[in-house]
């Protein structure tokens, strides 16, 4: 404990800005602080809230100490989080105050959450009986506090009649504490029926759950194997230890589905958190966690900031997918950091995947994680059939994007009353519009970026920095009218075609960017598991886990999209998609296909993916990586350089160059502008980093840093360790 005492005037507190270590603050005589306890304090001209942290504290007069101001009425953040705070800080190169920031972001929830006015039965008896009251009374008779609103709807009666009773002491007033956001989860409610393959992987994971002790395990089942309800039973396992446990889920439009099938298990809905929640369900979910109150959440990658007091499982569904990794502030990968947080607070955690990471799967080969494999479908349902359309050979007709093959198959599939998914990996209408006329591109004013055109609205849209315009009627370069071509397919066009071939077909599109948000598109994940769609078309939202028991046809519009980008796990990427999305169909039984629409039908990635082989996919990925020296086997940091003018960023990346230190096992590619040289007005540089696996990355990184110039200006450095993305 903390004193006010001639030993310990003063307290070190982490703030929420970027600041490399804690300030030191003045605790006033009578106020008692703990490491952990969240404070307010003067922060120039401001007040903001700050972490009491741990050790020690600057040698400073005690004149020029400013005081805390406030101990806020909640529960300290533990050690183990305190210290998973100062991981992240060290190993992603941040500024220990912005990764606070994370953990600081329901300011509302550092108070107690108010206690609601009730009323609760006297003795008293009512001058004279009515229905009405009689049913008030009947209602209320069990004894307990009721809220005046409650008690009326429950007896079906109005609130005057409610009001009348209490005026005639029949009622009293007491203090109700607050609802729980969501109610506990009983892990023996609806126990499963698992297949021996499920019963095997559950066995491993409840084993894990169930000691407690930090383990890795990765649960590794084809699409529709039942890997949730597997792990399920790990979740079951730490509730009957008391412990609280997180789920992270890469898509929040995934957590509607998840919620119904965890509730069918649980009895009740694990609490939700992701950046669609309202700001009042935000601060409660985060007061009750911190309290303990709430036992499971279900949430994006942000979730592994909750300050839990007792965690003691993570999982982490889909654990392949790109959406956990944040680059915006503080660069981190959510998978490597839940590892991370179950490490230092001694605990088990679940990856699960259909297609796990290259990373993960030599991790598992190498006896780091443990690997739960599931080889078939639930209820032995067959996975699809697939085969490679290559369209050297069957190409879509003039200003067509769908082949003649796949038309068939889609034909065909109608006239069973079965549905058919069109995939392809771009939003919008089309990816580029010109003039016919004078050969104008339209392209972003402050990004070096095509404008995507988006015909459902109207509008030409930068999907990097989200400038928009209208789409004109003339060229703004020459003037000439109704000569603007849409060049390339998007989800819209292809949508636009589906209904040309098939006009009396329901079809509907599925897209990210589409007006009404996540609400919208739950409705309409709804509305395809219920049948009310025969032809859908989406984007790689469709690919995430989604369950449509009437989907026998999958069509991939155009599987080389994402292998020409040079991006290092391009071939990884591809083919976890198109594996991930091809699953979606005859998840039920019913006999299902799966058309892949290529021009390289003897790309390795295609090859492995129509074979079914994906056992040889990862064999000769992880072969090219361990010879190239890449992540796992090797060690990647990008350094992005941005400034308002381009010779300004090149300028200070080239003295960032020249500052890096000499290492045997490190070495520096670039400056080079960035594939996206220009976004948001800004210029970018690149230089990557490239390290061997047991390389002092980190230590190198802050030395060139370090000696190199300082940013001024404009200029604005960003590193990414570990990064996903090049461009």
Known sequence: MMRDSPSAPAVPVLVPMPAERPYTYAVPSGMRVVPGSIVRVPLGPRQVAGIVWDGAVERIDAKRLRAIEEVFDCPPI??????FVDWVAQYTLSAPGMVARMLLRAPEAFDPEPWIEGMQRTEAVPDRMTAARGRVLETAA????????????????????????????????????????????????????????????????????????????????????????????????????????????????????????FQDRFGAKPAEWHSDLAPRMRERVWRQVAEGRVRVVAGARSALFLPFGDLGLIVVDEEHDPAYKQEDRVFYNARDMAVVRAHIGGF?????SATPSVESRVNADQGRYRRAVLK????????????????????????????????????????????????????????????????????CPVCSAWLVEHRFRGQLVCHHCGHAEKRPEACPECGTFDHLAACGPGVERIAEEAVQHFPE??????????????????????????????????????????????????????????????????????????????GRAGRTGKKSHGLLQTWQPDHPVMRAIVSGDAEAFYRREIAERERAGLPPFGRLAGVIVSADTRGEAETHARALRRAAPEAADIFVLGPAEAPLALVGGRHRFRLLVHGERRADMQGFVRRMLAEGPKARGSVRVQVDIDPQSFL
């Open 142 to 261: 069990d004894g307990l506090a009721w809220t005046r609103s409650g008690l009326a709807h429950a007896a079906g009666v109005s609130s005057t009649v409610i009001d009348g009773l209490k005026a005639q002491g029949v009622f009293e007033t007491v203090m109700i504490p607050p609802r729980p956001v969501v109610a506990a989860p009983d892990p023996a409610y609806a126990c499963p029926e698992l297949t021996p393959d499920q019963e095997d992987a559950a066995r491993t994971l409840r084993e894990a759950a169930a000691e407690g002790a930090f383990g890795v395990t990765l649960l590794d089942g084809v699409t529709g194997s039942g890997k949730t309800e597997v792990y399920f039973e790990a979740v079951a396992a730490a509730l009957e230890k008391g412990r609280q446990v997180l789920i992270l889920l890469p898509e929040i439009a995934l957590t509607h589905a998840f919620l119904e099938r």
């Open 348 to 352: 088990p955690v679940v990856l699960a």
């Open 78 to 83: 533990d050690e183990p989080t305190r210290r």
């Open 505 to 582: 077909a329901r079809t509907i599109v599925l897209s990210s960017d589409l007006l009404g948000g996540v609400k919208r598109l739950r409705l309409e994940l709804e509305a395809i598991a219920k049948g009310e769609a025969d032809i859908v078309i989406g984007t790689q939202l469709v690919a995430k886990g989604h369950n449509f028991p009437n989907m026998t046809l999958v069509g991939v519009v155009d599987a080389d999209l994402g292998l020409a980008n040079g991006d290092p796990r391009a071939a990884e990427r591809t083919f976890q998609l198109l594996s991930q999305v091809t």
């Open 376 to 443: 078939g479908r639930f209820a032995d349902a067959a996975l699809p059939d697939l085969k490679a359309v290559d369209l050297r050979r069957a190409p879509p007709a003039r200003g067509g994007f769908l082949s003649p093959v796949l038309l068939d198959e889609v034909k065909a599939t109608l006239q069973r009353g079965e549905q058919s998914l069109l995939f392809l990996n771009r939003r919008g209408y089309a990816p580029l519009t010109l003039c016919r006329v004078c050969g104008h591109r339209f392209g």
